[in-house]
């Protein structure tokens, strides 16, 4: 079944390689021209039940630059607070006038709820442990906006895979491109089942062997509660698994190091690796803004 029934466009995983390959198109398109405004009249209501800057004013600016209206609702000063439910909030939505919703929610399958429920596109803007689809497909636009191909490509993924989304889409996205992945990080971050995930996963449990000759590494945000749940030390986990300037020597020359955000310097990227021109962090950000634009022109049947 296609993730995009109705427009919507729940996660990556059960999206077909050519589903993903025209979005790609598409963002490139809106890269080349001035955005016209295809989604004039057209209203996208922003739900975040969860922190958010980049997902949240990218796919706020992506749907400005089209020319729809934005609502936006947060968890806090919203009656979400006093109670009301996943579903009767998007009821409420959809009753104000909104064509589509992206939705943020701490729990896995919440944007599905709300699918199986409103007759309007639904967009997963991060659910839970579960899925980020928009986080993968720019992450995929920009390494190719650097690599002609993904395919036989060598990537690294290193930190809390086990509790990211953005790991998850990006596996999913990536495998159908046929990247050669390895994972990388402590057992309780990157359990022996991640390799269930998709075929051919690699897990390295040291940064040096997952970065050796790789041209793409991904750095993911790694929580201090999260090391003092496991019991796994701060200072040990930033002098294993830290990305170093000497560290990154071991990867390809110019190889891209990339993060979806918040990066936190000093944790699990040098301050200096941050700032390195191969570092295209800021890029995977303005990126962001053209996927979400042909996202939600394509949610809307505006994609012509
Ligand atoms: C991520 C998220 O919220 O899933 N950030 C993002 O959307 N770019 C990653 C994170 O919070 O660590």
């Not at 466009?9 to 405004?37: F, S, V």
């Not at 201090?224 to 000497?246: C, H, N, P, W």
């Not at 699990?268 to 800021?282: F, G, H, N, T, Y």
């Amino acid at each position: 079944m296609s993730a995009f029934a109705r427009g919507s466009l729940l996660g990556i995983e059960h999206l077909q390689a050519e589903e993903i390959t025209g979005l790609l198109q598409l963002a490139r398109r809106m890269q080349r021209g001035q955005p016209r405004p295809v989604l004039r009249g057209k209203t996208v209501g922003l739900v975040f039940y969860e922190a958010s800057t980049r997902t949240r004013t990218s796919f706020e600016m992506a749907a400005k630059k089209l020319g729809a209206l934005t609502l936006l609702v947060h968890a806090s000063g919203s009656s979400i607070e006093k109670g009301e439910s996943l579903l009767d909030t998007g009821y409420t939505l959809r009753a104000v006038g909104c064509d589509a919703l992206v939705f943020r929610h701490p729990n896995a399958g919440a944007p599905h709820l709300i699918a199986a429920h409103l007759d309007v596109p639904i967009i997963n803007a991060g659910d839970g442990m579960h899925e980020h689809p928009s986080q993968a497909l720019l992450d995929a636009y920009t390494i190719l906006q650097h690599m002609k191909d993904l395919r036989g490509k060598h990537m690294a993924i290193v930190g809390d895979i086990y509790h990211s989304r953005v790991a998850r889409s990006n596996i999913h996205l990536l495998s159908k491109f046929g990247v050669q992945l390895t994972l990388c990080g402590p057992p309780e971050f990157v359990p022996e089942t991640a390799a269930t995930l998709a075929k051919g996963l690699r897990i390295a449990r040291h940064l040096e062997e997952a970065i050796r000759g790789a041209d793409v590494i991904m750095l993911l945000r790694v929580q201090k509660e999260r090391l003092a749940e496991m019991q796994f030390d701060v200072g040990e986990y930033i002098a294993r698994y830290q990305l170093t300037s000497a560290r990154l020597r071991l990867a390809k020359p110019g190889a891209l190091v990339m993060h979806p955000g918040p990066i936190i310097r000093g944790m699990e990227l040098s301050s200096e690796v941050a700032d390195a021109p191969q570092a295209v962090i800021r890029e995977e950000v303005r990126n962001g803004v053209l996927v979400r634009m042909a996202i939600l022109a394509r949610a809307l049947g505006k994609s012509k």
